[in-house]
């Protein structure tokens, strides 16, 4: 006499197919983008604030690609 059947969780594909009501991943190959038409703008301040804890953290992890670059202090 077979045991209960478990019930597993669904995979995350599992999941998104339940929800788009098609598989996932999509078939084929994505589509190709005409970066032609796309447009970059900038709307940062003309001065943007860093604080001394984000200068030393960019110290820490690339002070000597900066040493390279630049030179030292």
């Given amino acids: 006499m ?3 059947q478990r019930q597993h969780e ?3 594909s599992e ?3 339940a929800l ?3 598989p996932w991943p999509f ?4 589509p190709r983008h005409d970066v032609t038409s796309w447009r970059v703008s900038d709307d940062w301040p003309e001065k943007v604030p860093v604080t001394n ?3 030393a953290v960019f110290e820490a992890w690339f002070g000597d690609l ?3 670059f630049f030179g030292p202090v």
């Fill in 2 to 4: 077979p045991g209960p």
């Fill in 10 to 12: 669904p995979t995350a």
């Fill in 15 to 17: 999941q998104l197919e």
């Fill in 20 to 22: 788009l009501g098609e």
């Fill in 27 to 30: 078939p084929g190959r994505p």
């Fill in 53 to 55: 804890a984000e200068i």
């Fill in 66 to 68: 900066f040493d390279e």
